[in-house]
C-alpha cells in the first residue's frame, strides 16, 4: 500500500511543457505538502541552467545520467526550500529522460534523492516528530511518451527501497487551503566564544537552537482557538469545492523562558565571552495547511517551523555572504547589520505565497529574478509584496559603537561603511542617500560616542 | 485557619541576563540593576499573559482585561473559572465532595506566566547586533512563584492585578537578594517560599538564596519576625515551613496527618488537645525494612523526628534503624554490636536519640500500671497546648504515639489519639483510619498492669 499523490494541475501542465534537448535530461524539484494520510504536489521547478565557468566540461560519463550535477540539484533544492513559507516543502525530485535511458533513470532519481535530503536537513533547527513523513518521491517522465512513473524512498532509511506510489492530477489542489500568518518579534543574546568564523557559526546555531526550542515548546492560538491535542482545525468555513477565497487565521505564540537543564541550577550560568551577538527585530511568517480534516497542532507545528526557517535561513544568508565576501578569516564585525528581509509574492495560477530575501541593497528587480532563476516564474516586480517587514533604515556599519535600547531602529546610527556587492547579483551596490554627505558628520559623531562609551 | 476559597498561583520562568564588563568593577551593580528593571518592565508590558493550567483560559492582565473566553469578563467573579478547568481524575465534582470527610481547604487554581511574542509594536526587519569586548555573559532561571488569597466573590480582574503587583514585587525582592550574595561573578539563584501566617499577614512570600543553608539566614528571619509580628520562640519562615498548597502531592510518598480525618468523639464538657503542625505516619515494613514485630519504637521515633523536620527544626532528615542504633552506641548506651540486630527500644533510648541527632530535649513521664493513664489528663492536654509534639509511649511489650487527648477537666473523661507503628500495609487512608491504626482509644487500649513510660518532646526555642 502506497503513498497517493494529489498533484495540481498547473503541475501537470509544467512538466508536460518541459523541452529536453535530444538526448539529454533534465531534473526539478516537486514541492507541496505531506501529510500521515495522503501528499499534495503544488509546485513542480526545473533545475536552472548553470552558468559554465569557462570551457564546457567534457561529458564525463558513460550516459547522460552520469552528467546530472548532483551539487547544483541539491543546492538548488535548498534555494528553492528556502523560499517555501510554512507547510510547504521540497517532496521529491522528477527527472525527464529519453526512452533509452529509462531503465537507469531509477538508480540516479535514488542518489539525487538522498543527497538533496541530506543537503536541506543539515543546520535544520528543529526535529522531526514521529508523525512527520519521511518519504520522498521520485517522478520519472519519458520525453517521448510523457508515461510517468512515481515511486517514493524512505529517506531515513538508507537501505530504503523503491515503493510505488499513486500519481493523481486534481484541479486546485491547494485553493482553499487556510494560510496561517503572524508577525513575530525575535530578541536572542547569543555569547561568543570566539572570534573565527568556525566560532561564530557554531555559537550562532547553539544561541539559536536554544531560541528554537522555545518555540517549538510554545503555546499557540490558531484563530483564537488553542493547537492542542487532536482536535480538528476550525477554520470556520464550510469546505465548498466552488469557493476558492482563501481564509487567512492570525496565529499568536507564547513563550515561556523555561529550559530544563537550566532550572536545576543554584547559581547562575557565567560564562567568560569575547563578545556576543543579539538577533533583534520583527519576522513575518506565513504557513499553509491542507484542508483534508487537518489537526491544529499540525497547523501549529507549521507555522512554528516557519517562524524557526525564517530566522535560521536569513543568519546563514548572512554567513554565507560575508564569508564569500570577506573570506574565513574576518567573521563578523562590531556593530549593528541588516540581516536580509522577507518579502512575498504570489506564484502563478496557484495564488499560494513564496517568499525570498533581499539583502539592504537589492531591490524588487532582483527578487523578480531571482524568482524567475530559481522557481521559474515570472512574477511582475509590482505584485512582490515588501511591505510585510519593515526596512532597517541604516546601511551595515562596521566599527561604530551602538546605543542599545529596545525599540532603537532610527538613524541615529551613523556609517561609515557600505556592504559590498554580493555574489546573487553581480550589479554595483547601491549607495543610500546622503552616505556621502553625512561623513563628516559620522567621524564626529563616532568620535563623541567613544567618549561616552568607555568606562 | 485560612479563611479564604481560593488561592490563585502563578508560577512562570524569566531568564534574568546581563554581559558585564568588569564583574567586580562599581559598573556592575547598575547594570545588574538595570536588567532587573528589564524585566520588571516585560511584566507589566501588554505582552504578558496568564494561562490557567488544565483549561483554555488564556488571560491578559495589562490590557485592561482580556480573556480568550467570552464568559469571563472583567467583571467574572474569580469562582467563575472553575467551570473551565478540567480536573485530573476526570471525575465530576459533585461525586467527589462526598468521599470528603472534611472540607479539604482552599481551591488551587494554577496559572502559568508566558509572554506573546506575536502581536509586535513595530515591524522593522531583524538585525545582528554585535558587541565584540570581552565580556561575562550572566544567565540564570528566575523561578517566580505568587500566589493570593481570596474569597469566591473578588472579581478576576482584581486577582489578575494583584498578580501582576506580586510579580514585580518578586521581582524587586529578587534584585535585592541577588545583589546581597553575589561575590563578583557568582551569583546565587533566589527562590521564593511560601508561608502561612497568622492572621492578618496570611499568606506571605519570602525570597532566599539558593544554597544558603536556613542557619545562616537567622538575622533575616529575626527581621521578619518582628516585621510581621510572629513570636521569637517557634520557626515561622524556615524552609520547611514553606506552605503546602493542598493541590500538591508529597513527594516522600508517606501520609501527613492522617488523623484529620477523623471526628473526635462527642464527650461532654471535654475539650480537644491536639498535635500541632505536621508530621509523617512511620509504621513496620517501610522503607524495605522488615521491622515487624521489633521497630514499633524506632517507627514512632521516625514520626517524632519527622515532626520536628517539618516544623523547621533541623534539617536532617529522619534516620533510619541502623542510624538510631549508631546514635544509642556514639552516646554509650549500647554496645556496638547493637547496630543491626533487632533489639527494642523504649522511652529512655527514644529521649538519648532525639538528643544526640536533634539537639531536642524530652521529658519523661511515668506510669507505673497502665490504668493510671486515666488520670494524666492534664499533663497530656498541657503538653500538647504547650509543645504540640508527638508523644512516644512504651510499655509492656508495645510502643505507640500519642497525638492528643479529649479530656474533661470536670468529668476527668479521658481519650487518647493513637498513631499504630504496627501496620504493615500500604500509605491507604482509608484502611488506616477505617480499621483504627490511627483512631481515638478509651482508656481500656492501655494493659492495664503494666508499667508505661511516656516521652515528651520539648520544643527548642529557636526561629
Given amino acids: 500500500m502506497g503513498r497517493s499523490y494529489f498533484v495540481d494541475e498547473a503541475v501537470e501542465e509544467y512538466l508536460v511543457g518541459i523541452q529536453t534537448a535530444p538526448g539529454s535530461c533534465v531534473t526539478g524539484l516537486l514541492a507541496g505538502q505531506s501529510s500521515p494520510q495522503r501528499d499534495f504536489v503544488v509546485l513542480a521547478v526545473q533545475t536552472p541552467h548553470r552558468e559554465s565557468e569557462g570551457q564546457p566540461k567534457a561529458s564525463r560519463g558513460v550516459s547522460p545520467l552520469d552528467d546530472i550535477d548532483v551539487e547544483w540539484v541539491t543546492e538548488h533544492a535548498k534555494q528553492v526550500s528556502r523560499m517555501l513559507p510554512g507547510g510547504l516543502c521540497i517532496l521529491g525530485l522528477f527527472l525527464v529522460t529519453p526512452p533509452e535511458l529509462s531503465k537507469d533513470a531509477q538508480n540516479a532519481l535514488k542518489r539525487l534523492i538522498f543527497a538533496m535530503d541530506k543537503y536541506i536537513t543539515k543546520g535544520r533547527l528543529w526535529e522531526l516528530s514521529e508523525e512527520d513523513v519521511t518519504d520522498q518521491v521520485t517522478l520519472h517522465i519519458c520525453s517521448k511518451t510523457k508515461k510517468t512513473v512515481c515511486k517514493t524512498f524512505d529517506v531515513k532509511d538508507p537501505k530504503s527501497s523503491a515503493k510505488p506510489a499513486d500519481w493523481k492530477y486534481q484541479t486546485g489542489v491547494s485553493s482553499s487551503w487556510p494560510m496561517l500568518s503572524c508577525s513575530v518579534a525575535v530578541d536572542v543574546q547569543i555569547p561568543m566564544t570566539g572570534s573565527s568564523s568556525d566560532i561564530t557559526d557554531k555559537c550562532m546555531k547553539d544561541g539559536l537552537r536554544r531560541w528554537a526550542k522555545q518555540i517549538e515548546a510554545a503555546c499557540c492560538l490558531i484563530n483564537g482557538r488553542h493547537a492542542l491535542d487532536d482536535s480538528e482545525l476550525v477554520s470556520g468555513q464550510k469546505k465548498n469545492p466552488k469557493t476558492t477565497h482563501r481564509q487567512t487565521l492570525p496565529a499568536r505564540i507564547f513563550v515561556s523562558d523555561e529550559q530544563a537543564e537550566l532550572d536545576e541550577r543554584s547559581s547562575a550560568l557565567v560564562q567568560l565571552c569575547s563578545g556576543s551577538v543579539k538577533v533583534r527585530g520583527v519576522v513575518h511568517c506565513r504557513a499553509y495547511i491542507h484542508n483534508n480534516k487537518p489537526k491544529a497542532r499540525h497547523a501549529a507545528q507549521a507555522i512554528k517551523r516557519d517562524i524557526i526557517n525564517t530566522v535560521c535561513s536569513r543568519v546563514e544568508m548572512f554567513l554565507e555572504d560575508l564569508l564569500i565576501n570577506e573570506g574565513s578569516h574576518k567573521g563578523l564585525c562590531s556593530g549593528q547589520q541588516a540581516l536580509p528581509r522577507r518579502v512575498f509574492a504570489p506564484v502563478p495560477v496557484s495564488g499560494l505565497s513564496v517568499c525570498d530575501y533581499m539583502f539592504p541593497d537589492e531591490s524588487t528587480a532582483d527578487v523578480a529574478e531571482r524568482l524567475k532563476e530559481m522557481l521559474d516564474c515570472k512574477t511582475p516586480e509590482e505584485d512582490i509584496d515588501t511591505s510585510l517587514e519593515g526596512n532597517q533604515l541604516f546601511s551595515n556599519v562596521c566599527g561604530s559603537e551602538i546605543t542599545e535600547s529596545p525599540s532603537d531602529d532610527s538613524s541615529k546610527h551613523v556609517f561609515s561603511e557600505v556592504q559590498t556587492e554580493n555574489p546573487k547579483n553581480q550589479k554595483a551596490p547601491q549607495y543610500y542617500a546622503g552616505v556621502a554627505i553625512t561623513a563628516a558628520v559620522a567621524l564626529l559623531a563616532t568620535a563623541t560616542s567613544l567618549l561616552y562609551f568607555n568606562e | ?463
Avoid at chain 2, 532587573?36 to 493550567?53: A, E, G
Avoid at chain 2, 492534664?378 to 479529649?406: C, D, K, S, W, Y
Fill in chain 2, 1 to 463: 485557619m485560612l479563611q479564604c476559597d481560593f488561592i490563585f498561583r502563578l508560577k512562570g520562568i524569566l531568564e534574568f541576563a546581563c554581559q558585564l564588563d568588569n564583574p567586580n568593577g562599581v559598573q556592575s551593580q547598575s547594570t545588574i540593576s538595570k536588567s532587573f528593571q528589564d524585566l520588571r518592565s516585560k511584566v507589566t508590558s501588554k505582552n504578558i499573559v496568564f494561562t490557567v493550567c488544565n483549561s483554555p483560559v488564556l488571560i491578559w492582565p495589562n490590557t485592561g482585561f482580556q480573556s480568550s473566553v467570552e464568559s469571563l469578563t472583567e467583571a467574572s467573579a474569580c469562582g467563575d473559572i472553575l467551570q473551565w478547568i478540567e480536573s485530573d481524575d476526570g471525575g465530576s465534582k459533585k461525586s467527589s465532595k462526598k468521599k470528603d470527610k472534611k472540607k479539604s481547604g482552599p481551591t488551587v487554581v494554577n496559572m502559568k506566566l508566558l509572554f506573546e511574542v506575536t502581536e509586535p509594536a513595530g515591524n522593522t526587519a531583524p538585525s545582528l547586533i554585535r558587541v565584540s569586548t570581552q565580556q561575562h555573559c550572566v544567565k540564570m532561571p528566575l523561578p517566580l512563584d505568587c500566589a493570593l488569597s481570596v474569597t469566591t466573590d473578588e472579581r478576576l480582574e482584581t486577582v489578575c492585578t494583584g498578580l501582576v503587583e506580586a510579580l514585580n514585587k518578586q521581582l524587586a525582592d529578587m534584585e535585592e537578594v541577588v545583589l546581597q550574595y553575589r561575590k563578583g561573578s557568582s551569583f546565587l539563584v533566589p527562590q521564593p517560599f511560601h508561608f502561612q501566617l497568622p492572621e492578618p499577614a496570611g499568606l506571605i512570600t519570602v525570597v532566599y538564596p539558593a544554597g544558603v543553608p536556613d542557619s545562616q539566614l537567622q538575622a533575616v528571619r529575626e527581621d521578619l519576625h518582628r516585621k510581621f509580628e510572629l513570636p521569637c520562640d517557634r520557626p515561622y519562615l524556615r524552609r520547611a515551613n514553606a506552605f503546602h498548597f493542598p493541590d500538591a502531592a508529597y513527594k516522600d510518598g508517606y501520609l501527613r496527618n492522617p488523623h484529620i480525618h477523623l471526628n473526635p468523639p462527642n464527650i461532654e464538657d471535654a475539650k480537644l488537645y491536639l498535635v500541632q503542625g505536621v508530621y509523617s505516619y512511620h509504621h513496620y515494613m517501610q522503607d524495605h525494612v522488615d521491622d515487624n514485630g521489633w521497630g514499633c519504637a524506632y517507627r514512632s521515633l521516625q514520626t517524632i523526628c519527622s515532626w520536628f523536620q517539618q516544623q523547621g527544626y533541623v534539617e536532617t532528615a529522619v534516620p533510619t534503624h541502623t542510624q538510631i542504633q549508631q546514635a544509642l552506641v556514639d552516646v554509650g548506651d549500647k554496645e556496638p554490636r547493637f547496630v543491626g540486630s533487632r533489639q527494642w527500644i523504649g522511652s529512655i533510648e527514644v529521649q538519648a536519640v532525639l538528643n544526640q541527632l536533634l539537639g531536642v530535649t524530652s521529658k519523661i513521664m511515668f506510669v507505673s500500671q497502665g490504668s493510671e493513664l486515666a488520670t494524666k489528663g492534664r499533663e497530656l492536654a498541657n503538653h500538647f497546648q504547650t509543645e504540640g509534639t508527638p508523644v512516644m509511649i512504651g510499655g509492656g511489650v508495645l510502643a505507640h504515639t500519642i497525638l492528643g487527648v479529649v479530656w474533661s477537666e470536670n468529668t476527668g473523661q479521658i481519650r487518647f489519639l493513637i498513631l499504630d507503628p504496627h501496620y504493615t500495609g500500604g500509605e491507604d487512608l482509608q484502611t488506616i483510619t477505617d480499621k483504627g491504626w490511627c483512631g481515638w482509644k478509651g482508656p481500656e487500649f492501655w494493659d492495664q498492669n503494666a508499667y508505661y513510660n511516656l516521652c515528651l518532646p520539648q520544643r527548642p526555642k529557636s526561629i
